[in-house]
T-cell receptor, first 112, second 114 residues
Framework: DAGITQSPRHKVTETGTPVTLRCHQT?????MYWYRQDPGHGLRLIHY???????DKGEVSDGYSVSRSKTEDFLLTLESATSSQTSVYFC???????????FGNGTRLTVT | DQQVKQNSPSLSVQEGRISILNCDYT??????FLWYKKYPAEGPTFLIS?????DKNEDGRFTVFLNKSAKHLSLHIVPSQPGDSAVYFC?????????????FGTGTRLKVLA
């Protein structure tokens, strides 16, 4: 898993509550990403970061915010969770040297 | 709009035969392509990549072919093994533009029959 830890691994929450997912890496990689995986949609990029405090939107960023205050941590926040955000969320890391993305094992989020 | 497409949601192949998984893309700025394999309850794992300066890359049983004019790439697995049964994703990025966003396709579920 290339030194990537996602927490929590599973979470059930209610509609309207805030949720924060954490990705922690020990590889000192510059780039970090949040994807969500849904049936029929594959992996869709939510947000990514290209350095501390440097982030940008992906394909499906509405309803999500991110923060990266340290190289090793990338947080994904759902300010007010909705049922459409029920999904499996994957964090990934990479370096801009031609190396591929490496993924964590995912967080399964259920919004009831 | 889907910039990276995998039009076959599933594929079944007999053990020992060739598996061919296909991927199409629309963005001509994409210059780096990757294939990932995913087992249930695990994160995707990297299989093989290809840069747009090449048209073929091989790694053991896995070969990726890139046809830039058709904006098409394919992954060949020879010979296929039951352990290859998984969901396969292709991904693309436009690295020379300084962007390291990776866009993924919707995946193809491969089942290798023993």
């Amino acid at each position: 898993d290339a030194g990537i830890t996602q927490s929590p691994r599973h979470k059930v929450t209610e509609t309207g509550t805030p949720v924060t997912l954490r990705c922690h890496q020990t590889e000192n990689h510059r780039y970090m990403y949040w994807y969500r995986q849904d049936p029929g949609h594959g992996l869709r990029l939510i947000h990514y970061s290209y350095g501390v405090k440097d982030t940008d939107k992906g394909e499906v960023s509405d309803g999500y915010s991110v923060s990266r205050s340290k190289t090793e941590d990338f947080l994904l926040t759902l300010e007010s969770a909705t049922s459409s955000q029920t999904s499996v969320y994957f964090c990934a890391i990479s370096e801009p040297d031609g190396s591929p993305l490496h993924f964590g094992n995912g967080t399964r989020l259920t919004v009831t | 709009d889907q910039q990276v497409k995998q039009n076959s949601p599933s594929l079944s192949v007999q053990e020992g035969r060739i598996s061919i998984l296909n991927c199409d893309y629309t963005n001509s700025m994409f210059d780096y392509f990757l294939w990932y394999k995913k087992y249930p309850a695990e994160g995707p794992t990297f299989l093989i990549s290809i840069s747009s300066i090449k048209d073929k890359n091989e790694d053991g049983r896995f070969t990726v072919f890139l046809n830039k004019s058709a904006k098409h790439l394919s992954l060949h697995i020879v010979p296929s093994q039951p352990g290859d049964s998984a969901v396969y994703f292709c991904a693309a990025s436009a690295r020379t533009s300084g962007t390291y966003k990776y866009i993924f396709g919707t995946g193809t579920r491969l089942k290798v029959l023993a």
